[in-house]
T-cell receptor, first 117, second 113 residues
Framework: EAGVAQSPRYKIIEKRQSVAFWCNPISGHATLYWYQQILGQGPKLLIQFQNNGVVDDSQLPKDRFSAERLKGVDSTLKIQPAKLEDSAVYLC???????????????FGEGSRLTVL | GDSVTQMEGPVTLSEEAFLTINCTYTATGYPSLFWYVQYPGEGLQLLLKATKADDKGSNKGFEATYRKETTSFHLEKGSVQVSDSAVYFCALSEGQAGTALIFGKGTTLSVSS
């Protein structure tokens, strides 16, 4: 079974530029999450989707961050304009069918590392 | 709000030493508790979990017991190996299935031979 796919793995941009990250969850997983992991800290939830609807975006800085999951499968996270403090690893995770949804296990991608100069 | 507190790292051990990584939590209800591990160059993966008080999660020689009275979920292993070197995250999930995880800051473990 293929895991959660993310791209790009690495991105370096100047402040005030824009960037987009893509995530393809495990097939059949209805719930998708974007987390931000700043160096030395634990992952922090940015947004959670159930199919193509938003469940929780309370910690998403909506003045600069946006995310969509138009067809309930792939998702894109965008930052515009980027700030220095946005330097982090952006993790995508999914969960869904079977026992995983009942146990709360999330399946994570390898992450997209963003450096803002 | 809910939160997770882990012991500060890094933790440096020799092979075959005993490992404990402390984790305490704050929650309004009865959360499920998790340990995730991140090996170098890899994504986060579930190590073990416990869904109710007094449950013991175990995997790969690691164990953790859900202690409601002390709001703790400490990770232990009797004999660590070099291959256990990784970052360990304690996490909780409260509410219905699929609720997002809240993570601690992570503890880096380095095991030398």
């Amino acid at each position: 079974e293929a895991g959660v796919a993310q791209s790009p793995r690495y991105k370096i941009i100047e402040k005030r530029q824009s960037v987009a990250f893509w995530c393809n969850p495990i097939s059949g997983h209805a719930t998708l999450y974007w987390y931000q992991q700043i160096l030395g800290q634990g992952p922090k939830l940015l947004i959670q989707f159930q199919n193509n609807g938003v469940v929780d975006d309370s910690q998403l800085p909506k003045d600069r961050f946006s995310a969509e999951r138009l067809k309930g499968v792939d998702s894109t996270l965008k930052i515009q304009p980027a700030k220095l403090e946005d330097s982090a690893v952006y993790l995508c995770a999914s969960t869904g069918v079977g026992g995983a949804i009942n146990t709360g296990e999330l399946f994570f991608g390898e992450g997209s590392r963003l450096t803002v100069l | 709000g809910d939160s997770v507190t882990q012991m500060e790292g890094p933790v440096t051990l020799s092979e075959e030493a005993f490992l404990t990584i402390n984790c305490t939590y704050t929650a309004t209800g009865y959360p499920s508790l998790f340990w995730y591990v991140q090996y170098p160059g890899e994504g986060l993966q579930l190590l073990l979990k416990a869904t109710k008080a007094d449950d013991k999660g175990s995997n790969k020689g690691f164990e953790a017991t859900y202690r409601k009275e002390t709001t703790s979920f400490h990770l232990e292993k009797g004999s660590v190996q070099v291959s256990d070197s990784a970052v360990y995250f304690c996490a909780l999930s409260e509410g219905q299935a699929g609720t997002a995880l809240i993570f601690g800051k992570g503890t880096t473990l380095s095991v030398s031979s």
